[in-house]
């Protein structure tokens, strides 16, 4: 009886639509010179008053990045010392898995105006050398892979590319093209890193090798800054001014074998493969019709991986996907319109979600799509944790 | 240039005790649970079925690379004046999928996948033994790489 009830569980909670109505960010920067803490609190302030609400108000919180507590956060903007808070499992995966939580919240009453940030200065001080010690299965790592040299996730996800290279024909080409498509979006974004920095495919191809097939360009930033969004339940929305977002669904999972990608019985299987699925039924809607997917672009490969593995293209089909412009805005399916972990920022995905509501918005200037109803976030953590959300326009 | 350092593995780790102790003797040796399924990489349980370890198998010494990478900037400082290096997923001829990832103690151009490889124990101490990878001498290269 116990997994058939605990089944039970899963498919009643999470009922509960939850909507984003505040999102802001500090400046994002190769050293900030602030602490962490700062910058959380600026980044929460500028969602709460995007929200046009009082920090007290908040009676949730989730903090992330892996340094950032909620004492920073009762201590720098006077939230109530009866805030809830919880925290997802660290990785990429949780800025997407923190919606998760918070309808959670919501949807048990425990709290109703939840204040999800991330902060940190993974640039200037614990690069992502030092964060991934902080990952589940650190005993694989110690005894079986940093011996032989294998310590980081480009090196990780590499091997994962080359398989795919192997079996499909993706190419170095098909690689570049997401590079080269999130820093054309990231000249249309002022707050991107990269903004005035143009990238080419000759600059691409001759940039230095980090783990071949990853080359620099297919590598993410690394990012000093805070961004936050502000979500709450329903009822709450409907008696705030701000143009609601609302989270149709959100879901998370796990790859088989979660802390160690090399024994899959099927390489390419992640988290995600299971999460899109589940939140396209939950949500009542298909992979044709998204009008935009903010995918976490930690390296190029992972872009076209996750585009496969959500469903918005066949397994071996995402390469020539984004080889055929289908990512720009004007494509088929815009990515990243913001420039990505890759051209915009490195914030945990947290500025994907904040992307995904101002093009739903149509707060997003000289980048805004033209038909942006329905917009799919994505989150990739660890060895392929998946989280999936669906935004949508109300 | 041969790699002089490593950062060494915990050979009293809980879960790896067998498998240390068969590298320093030059053996292969993968847990197996109840059920028996071999366990890689070791768990206290078999994530197949749950069941605990039962015994140890020695194995065959060698596989196919599955897929491959070269390390251009080691975090490690172990391998922080190292030239590139590769470092390999091999595939053990096993029903049940087995890979191993090890350094690569062969030239890089050797490499490809489903290329053939077999094991070398590289002695740090008198009590570490790693087990790293060589193509086999048999290969045979394909005409093109993958």
Known sequence: LVPKFSKLVRESINDEVITVIGAGE????????RSIQDLAIDASLAAITDAEVAPQCVDGVIPL??????EDLIAGLGLSRRVV???PAPGGASAVAALSLACGMVDSGSANCILIV????????????????????????????????????????SMI???????????????????????RHAQLNPRAMQYGRTLSWEQYDQSPFIADPYQLYDCCLETDGAAAVLVVSHEFARNTGRLPVDVLSVEVARPESADDLTNREDWH???????????????????????????????????????EEAGFCGRGEGGAFAESGALDIGGRLPVNTHGGLLSEGHLGGLNHVIEGVRQLRGEAAGRQLSNANLIAVTGWGDWGDGAFAILARR | MKQLKYPLPDVDAPDFVEFWNGCASGKLVLPVCVQGHFVWPPRPKCLKC???????????????????TVVHRSSLFEFSDSKPFAVVIVELPMVQIVRMVGLWQGEIEDLFIGCEAHLI??????????????????????????
């Open chain 1, 26 to 33: 500090t400046e994002y920067s190769r050293r900030s010179g």
């Open chain 1, 65 to 70: 990045g892996g340094e950032l507590f909620t």
């Open chain 1, 85 to 87: 808070d919880a925290t």
């Open chain 1, 118 to 157: 991330l902060s940190r200065n993974a640039s200037s001080r614990g690069r992502i050398g030092s964060r991934v010690r902080k990952l589940p299965g650190q005993q694989f790592r110690d005894q079986l892979e940093r011996p032989h040299g294998w310590s980081t996730p480009a090196e990780w996800y």
């Open chain 1, 161 to 183: 590319c080359r398989r795919h290279m192997a079996e499909y024909g993706t190419t170095k080409r098909q690689l570049a093209e997401v590079a080269l498509s999130a820093r």
């Open chain 1, 269 to 307: 299987e992640i988290g995600l493969s299971v999460a899109a699925p589940a939140a396209f039924e939950r949500a009542g809607v298909t992979p044709t019709d998204v009008d935009a997917a903010m995918i976490y672009d930690c390296f190029t490969f992972e872009v076209i991986h996750q585009l």
């Open chain 2, 50 to 68: 749950q069941e605990g370890i039962a015994s140890w198998a020695e194995v065959e010494q060698s596989g196919r690379v599955y897929s491959w």
């Open chain 2, 121 to 146: 124990f590289e002695r740090v101490n008198d009590e570490v033994a790693l087990p790293q990878w060589r193509p086999t001498k048999l290969n045979d290269r394909p005409t093109k790489r993958e």
